[in-house]
């Protein structure tokens, strides 16, 4: 059973690293799964403080990265629309791998922008790559936490397996 835990731990915690890229998968959430799958197992001991503070840094970077990207695009003189716009092009770039969702949320963005204000181009350009850096600074995050939560999840399954 315990070999089973493990295995499922380190593929969630690869398909979190995965996730912090993929923006239909929650990669923190995933990674964090995998962590606590890991100290489910007879061979690790239980460490609360581990799994605790893990988790509470999972619930900021998810929290953070909902909020980074539309703050960027505000800091640039994005408006509500925009956001959407984001999301929507998110969304559908999903269905045009591997990088329409980077396009996507750049031309959603656009695109919300100019349906706020159809004359201004330069504030909707503007506003765009003000999303485009926020999900870029998300997506950087995201992944550092989900390799951090990789990179314990083997040093402690290496530590207490062998």
Known sequence: MDIILVVLGLV???LGLFGSFLPALPGPPISWVGLLLLYLTNYVPNNYWVLG???VLTIIISILDYVIPSKGAKKFGGTKYGVWGTNIGL??????PPIGFIIGLF???FIGELIYNFDDKKGALKAASGAFLGFLVSTFMKFMVCLCFLVLFLFVAIKNYF
């Open 53 to 55: 503070i893990t988790f």
């Open 91 to 96: 969304i559908i770039g999903l269905f045009f």
């Open 107 to 109: 031309v959603g963005a």
């Open 12 to 14: 969630c915690c690869i």
